[in-house]
DNA sequence: TTGTACGCGTTATCAT
DNA sequence: ATGATAACGCGTACAA
């Protein structure tokens, strides 16, 4: 119930907390039958240290946060996974916010930050401004699938090689109208489609204007349907959300894929395995990414110095046969 | 950087912490000028309370904690962002906590507790001995995905209902030689696996056992391989990535779904949708299902004593095409 | 309207 | 080996 504090075990046991403190922690000399009374006493009253005295005292929370935007889907929670998993290892609590509504982020974030040591945050789901504040407060702080920004370290995979590598592999499929589904003003985006037009560009191949929609399936489904009438050869989509309603609206229109036109998409979510057909698309190393900005950040916390480096991790082509007929043995599951 | 104190505040607005803290929190009578002056000491320190400080002064954290397994897939993530949502428009954060060692457990759902105001806590994460320990500690809990324990509230969604009327579906489509994938034991599938063979029973159909497995596409596929070869004319699975596992493994042995053999699932993940072909499965509302943990704890929390109630969600049956040929418009997306 | 002083639960320093 | 006691940062009776 009303949980005991270190007085009431210290009285218990007729030592003083200083004593029971030394016996819990082993952090100074404490005889055995002391050690003994203050163990019973602890167990009678089931005592557990406050975590706000504990904290207060260390000067230290022992905790993570991590931001993120609402786009929920498998994406964020694979991340997130991996991210939980390493911070835990490390004995590190975590604390999770997720900013949909546009106005009461900054506050929000600002009462995160109080409650942890350090802070991982996605992207595009803060300001410029506020990373900036973020960073002159001295609060150790990770981006993940961006690049670094001053006071900060940054975590993404891979994004020019694979797209170039994909890109190519569609124009050997032999298309050459092609159709880009998915904005691109966010970072980690404009990296594919950056990399997508310089390799277009070296095969004399048209550039498409990226169709801007919400990185989901229904965004998709609508981004489809716009782009679809064209008659594209491939709609390369921003993510396999997208990429999977771009298939939706196909079939609304019945063509048939990958023989009236082919899509890929990016992420290698689970459903893009298990889509009709299987989805070409780039696998991310999700749960390793969140692992990783978890032990960058440590690094921050324990008081290494931020250098805006950016760590990149590899990603990995996965062709299925959403982007054309392949001999069977080249197809991947 | 050195984040400011309420003192340094005072000092500079030249008043004591207490006006300052009263200005802050709209606590008290405060005049305008000296609002005005701790305003401006305020913004030019950059000050913010410290949490720490807050919580041991308020005596809470204002914060909820959420405990689930690793099983991780877009179940746990979905219900998780409900879950954050709620509690952030509560004015709650959220702190979670994956299980995935079984060894320490305990200490970690333990330093979890010293560190919310209450915990969600799914299924099958925690022993009864635990949940025990943890309603008898005072501290506020609600069960998600099963029933209610001594001491605790439960949202889960509904199971027995829909079970039946996905087994009188399949019956209807002539389905007689039944198999079941995925283990029984566990609460929420328990009562689904318990409603089918009622369901089997009254129709005079043989009750098959169920073929325990991990609830993930790998173990779907391993009850596949095992399952299939006994020809039986439709397979239930535990949930949806269980089903996609099967389908796997019936393309392996090349199966044709319906045709040879139908396939169900449960909780219409995203790839249960796109998956060839779509499968049919019960759609819990997930999302949902977190956002009302939030508020049901927030109520506990709030005073209200346990109950020891179980809120029950409705489902939906989702008619797809794995279970066996419809008429077009019978069909759903 | 404002200020003083205590309490919240720990850790750690300094005596003893 | 053990015990007082000063932080840590804030909220809030109580006094002025």
């Known amino acids: 119930?009303?949980?005991?504090?270190?007085?009431?075990?210290?009285?218990?046991?007729?030592?003083?907390?200083?004593?029971?403190?030394?016996?819990?922690?082993?952090?100074?000399?404490?005889?055995?039958?002391?050690?003994?009374?203050?163990?019973?006493?602890?167990?009678?009253?089931?005592?557990?240290?406050?975590?706000?005295?504990?904290?207060?005292?260390?000067?230290?929370?022992?905790?993570?946060?991590?931001?993120?935007?609402?786009?929920s889907g498998p994406y964020f929670a694979e991340v997130l996974l991996g991210y939980e998993e390493v911070a835990a290892e490390l004995g590190r609590s975590v604390l999770i916010l997720s900013t949909r509504d546009r106005d009461g982020v900054p506050a929000t974030v600002k009462d995160l930050a109080t409650r942890v040591d350090g802070l991982v945050v996605f992207g595009q789901t803060l300001s410029d401004a506020m990373l900036t504040e973020l960073a002159e407060s001295g609060l150790p702080t990770v981006l993940l699938a961006r690049d670094a920004h001053p006071g900060t370290e940054a975590v993404r995979s891979e994004n020019g090689?694979?797209?170039?590598?994909?890109?190519?592999?569609?124009?050997?499929h032999g298309h050459r109208a092609f159709a880009l589904a998915g904005g691109h003003d966010e970072g980690d985006v404009s990296q594919r489609w950056t990399a997508v037009a310089r390799t277009l560009g070296l095969h004399g191949i048209p550039v498409p204007r990226?169709?801007?929609?919400?990185?989901?399936?229904?965004?998709?489904?609508?981004?489809?349907?716009?782009?679809?009438?064209?008659?594209?050869?491939?709609?390369?989509?921003?993510?396999?959300?997208?990429?999977?309603?771009?298939?939706?609206?196909?079939?609304?229109?019945?063509?048939?894929?990958?023989?009236?036109?082919?899509?890929?998409?990016?992420?290698?979510?689970?459903?893009?395995?298990?889509?009709?057909?299987?989805?070409?698309?780039?696998?991310?190393?999700?749960?390793?990414?969140?692992?990783?900005?978890?032990?960058?950040?440590?690094?921050l916390i324990a008081g290494v110095e931020p250098t805006n480096t950016t760590r990149v991790l590899a990603t990995d082509l996965v062709i299925r046969s959403s982007c054309g007929p392949h001999p069977p043995a080249q197809e991947e599951q």
Request: glycine residues 8%; hydrophobic residues 45%; negative net charge.
């Open 161 to 172: 090689g694979a797209a170039e590598a994909l890109a190519v592999h569609l124009i050997a």
């Open 210 to 299: 990226p169709v801007e929609c919400p990185y989901t399936v229904e965004g998709g489904y609508e981004a489809g349907l716009r782009l679809l009438p064209d008659n594209p050869d491939v709609v390369m989509c921003a993510d396999d959300q997208v990429a999977l309603g771009v298939i939706l609206a196909a079939e609304e229109l019945n063509l048939k894929i990958p023989g009236d036109v082919a899509v890929t998409g990016w992420d290698d979510i689970m459903a893009a395995r298990h889509a009709r057909p299987a989805l070409t698309t780039v696998r991310q190393p999700l749960r390793e990414l969140g692992g990783a900005a978890a032990r960058v950040l440590d690094e």
């Open 1 to 71: 119930m009303s949980d005991s504090t270190i007085y009431e075990v210290a009285r218990l046991a007729g030592v003083s907390i200083a004593t029971v403190s030394r016996a819990l922690r082993n952090t100074g000399p404490v005889s055995a039958a002391t050690r003994e009374k203050v163990q019973r006493a602890v167990e009678q009253l089931k005592f557990t240290p406050s975590r706000l005295g504990v904290s207060l005292a260390e000067g230290r929370h022992a905790a993570n946060g991590i931001v993120f935007p609402d786009l």
